[in-house]
């Protein structure tokens, strides 16, 4: 016989959502330093335990967040950025969805620790899994947020042992992202440190709120990368750009520079799978050794387009986009590269000596 159709207790849906907005590591940690950066933060102090996987706790010297909100702050679909679909094409915050905190909530345990400029004493908020305040407290903090996440995953088994099973390779995820974000957060200090047991704190990233992406990229990856690097900019009439760095067309500093491929979308680190390979592919062609598989580009590419002309809203992480001329896009990237990388390839060898 036909079971009944029944509405899933909004709990469980809640739940069941949830794992989908923060699905690893590496995503809890994006959502909390986007938070921050949205909040005006030129400070990010992120300090993990156990390579996040005991405590991630993210400190910023953000606008802070107010008494009346620290309800509405974990609530799902909750949020200040956004207000009616229209506003979607203007936004310009990493976030819109609400559904960060709340998740998170579900997925571990959530502390939230704040203070805006015209409030005399900080608040420490602590939230039950539906999001809802357990307990607040006063505190002595200047002001800005800190938002601190303990044992993530405890209610997703599953997760939570695969998490600590493959800690270094999720990690090693996290390590890519924050490289994305200190690398495009220009003016805003962020240090990433862990701690192992009950040994000393490693610094894992450190940034130092500089103007440029070139000098993140330097404080990132060190100047030896940074040197084997060449600007690549390209405008358009129509509103659309693309700046920041490849690797030179030389095999030794393509091999030198490793295999990162760091795409932007109006400074929102993006996958962009079809620009990576564009690159790999144009690249090979113009190396001097070009059909040997290890020798990868590396690249930091900042696309600015009109808002209207993509869609970031795909998945609930935003790391996919809809790009309306991708075609015509990819050609233009294509392009530059060969204008910038060409010269190289034809560059003859100094004559042999006979
Ligand atoms: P979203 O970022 O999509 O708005 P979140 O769940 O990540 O959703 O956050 C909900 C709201 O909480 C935000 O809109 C913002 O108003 C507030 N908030 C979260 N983190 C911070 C922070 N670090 N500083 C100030 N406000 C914050
Ligand atoms: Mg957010």
């Known amino acids: 016989m036909a079971r009944p159709i029944a509405a899933v207790p909004a709990a469980t849906v809640h739940r069941i959502a949830s794992g989908q907005v923060i699905l690893d590591l590496a995503t809890a940690v994006k959502e909390i330093l ?54 979607l094409q203007e936004l310009s915050s990493f976030g819109f969805r609400g559904e960060a905190l709340s998740s998170l909530c579900a997925v ?79 003016g805003v200090r962020i240090i990433c440190t862990n701690q192992v047991g009950t040994g000393p704190r490693t610094r894992i990233i450190s940034t130092q709120g500089l103007a440029s992406m070139r000098d993140n990229i330097v404080t990132v990856f060190g100047s030896r990368t940074a040197e084997a690097l060449v600007a690549l900019d390209e405008s358009s009439t129509d509103g659309i750009s693309m700046h920041g760095f490849v690797s030179r067309a030389s095999a030794s500093f393509g ?5 990162r491929h760091y795409f932007f979308l109006n400074g929102r680190p993006v996958n962009l799978p079809k620009f990576s390979k564009v690159l790999m592919d144009t690249y090979r062609i113009y190396t001097s050794c070009g059909n040997t598989a290890n020798v990868r580009p ?15 809203n795909v998945t609930p992480d935003k790391r996919k986009a809809l790009i309306h001329q991708e075609q015509s896009l990819l050609e233009a990237f294509q392009k530059a590269l060969v204008r910038m990388w060409e010269p190289a390839a034809v560059t003859l060898p100094p004559p042999s000596r006979q």
């Not at 993210?58 to 799902?76: F, H, M, P």
């Not at 091999?255 to 295999?259: D, N």
């Open 108 to 186: 571990a345990e959530v502390t939230v620790s704040t203070r805006t400029e015209d409030s005399t004493t900080g608040t420490r908020i602590s939230y039950d899994k539906n999001g809802s305040i357990l307990s607040t407290a006063p505190i002595a903090r200047a002001k800005g947020t800190t938002v601190a996440v303990k044992e993530l995953f405890k209610p997703l088994p599953v997760r939570f042992k695969e998490l600590r099973r493959h800690l270094k390779r999720e990690f090693a995820k996290l390590l890519t992202l924050l490289q994305a974000y200190a690398i495009i957060a220009t």
């Open 298 to 312: 590396t690249a930091f590419i900042d696309i600015r387009l009109p808002k209207d002309s993509y869609d970031i």
């Open 255 to 259: 091999k030198l520079a490793g295999e």
């Open 34 to 87: 986007e938070n921050a950066l949205d909040a005006g933060a030129t400070n990010v102090e992120i300090k993990l335990k156990e390579y996040g996987s005991e405590l991630i706790e993210v400190a910023d010297n953000g606008c802070g967040i107010s008494n009346e909100n620290y309800r509405a702050l974990t609530l799902k679909y909750h949020t200040s950025k956004l207000t009616s679909f229209a506003d």
